[in-house]
Nanobody, 113 residues
Framework: QVQLVESGGGLVQPGGSLRLSCAAS????????MSWYRQVPGKERESVAD????????RYADSVKGRFTISRDNAKNTLYLQMNSLKADDTAVYYC??????WGQGTQVTVSS
């Protein structure tokens, strides 16, 4: 069955960096577009970034463009999100997503001094 397991969240100061990982299993990872979403309590889940199956195409939300980088390693079945210049507004639970309604359990990112 499809499994997505995020890791790498934590507490970081404003201006700091974190790298999230999403380990995928149960499907042919290299065949699917993959996405990162985030959600703040009381708000809708929002799209952060997408990456095409081969990694040659990416798309970012305006709010993270220039600060976040989505990437993937198809040999390791792993999706990444490098987050730089973090702001308090980036505080959220971050989710890995695969088309078809498959979500990971989420990893908490807290940006605070």
């Amino acid at each position: 069955q499809v499994q997505l397991v995020e890791s790498g969240g934590g507490l970081v100061q404003p201006g700091g960096s974190l790298r999230l990982s999403c380990a995928a299993s149960g499907f042919t990872f290299s065949s699917y577009l993959m996405s990162w979403y985030r959600q703040v309590p009381g708000k809708e889940r929002e799209s952060v970034a997408d990456i095409g199956p081969t990694g040659d195409s990416t798309r970012y939300a305006d709010s993270v463009k220039g600060r976040f980088t989505i990437s993937r390693d198809n040999a390791k079945n792993t999706l990444y999100l490098q987050m730089n210049s973090l702001k308090a507004d980036d505080t959220a639970v971050y989710y890995c997503y695969r088309l078809g309604g498959f979500w990971g359990q989420g990893t908490q990112v807290t940006v605070s001094s």
